[in-house]
């Protein structure tokens, strides 16, 4: 992987405004008509749950949570995008707690770590920005409860990337919204690899949805997984 923790911090700390500007109170429409519903479908939130949200971003999906009585923990490794987010999800200040933590880095996340484990996790659209995953897995492992899962969106690797290479892992400059400040650092890692790392971290594949964006009826643009911890 080509590019540094440090140099994908600062860029997103450049687009931090741009993007929550973007996204407003409700999130775009490809996050609310091809992100959203199956996460939530699979993510099946209640009530009772105790959620990590990973890669927040403005928060809004942690605002989605907390409208339905949720408790969640919502970190993003750009200070800036933390600050807008806690701008932002005000009226949610006693279900949200915002943090700045590292997803590289697994001693940053188990700082998160409260009285009780998680119930769940989440993580919409980020995997494909993080440049290394498997501190992210180790950790979140931990972090739940035996039988709690985690789901996350991202790109699909077979049909999104600027390259001819699908099974060497590799990165490369590219936009997420038209007009953004700065060319943001993606990742890109074949599904076995993505899998693989699920598996190696104590994981099981029990949820798995692929899903096309618009005119895009029969090329899927994101997959939405769902891992469950195994005792």
């Known amino acids: 992987m080509k590019y540094s923790t440090e140099e994908s911090k600062v860029i997103w700390n450049q687009n931090a405004e741009f993007w929550d500007n973007a996204m407003g109170d409700e999130s775009n429409d490809f ?20 959620i990590l949200d990973i890669a927040c971003g403005n928060g809004n999906y942690s605002a989605y949570l907390a409208e339905k009585g949720i408790s969640v923990v919502a970190f993003d490794y750009s200070d800036r995008m933390i600050e807008l987010a806690r701008r932002r999800q005000t009226k949610y200040v006693d279900k949200i707690e915002f943090c700045v933590a590292d997803a590289t880095r697994k001693e940053s996340l188990m700082a998160l770590k409260k009285n009780r484990q998680f119930t769940k996790a989440v993580s919409n659209m980020a995997i494909m920005d993080i440049t290394d995953i498997k501190p992210l897995l180790m950790a979140v492992y931990e972090l739940l409860e035996d039988g709690g899962i985690f789901v996350f969106a991202t790109q699909h690797p077979c049909f999104v990337t600027l390259t001819d290479k699908y099974m060497t892992p590799h990165s490369y400059y590219e936009i997420a919204i038209e007009g953004q400040p700065k060319k943001q650092c993606y990742y890109h890692r074949s599904l076995q690899d993505i899998f693989n790392l699920c598996f ?4 099981i594949i029990d949820g798995f949805y692929e899903e096309c964006y618009k005119s895009d009826k029969e090329l899927p643009m994101v997959i939405i997984v769902r891992i469950r911890k195994v005792a």
Do not use: A, I, Q
């Open 31 to 50: 996050h609310r008509e091809v992100v959203r519903p199956k996460v939530t479908e699979l993510l099946n939130p209640n009530s009772s749950d105790y």
């Open 200 to 203: 190696e971290n104590g994981f």
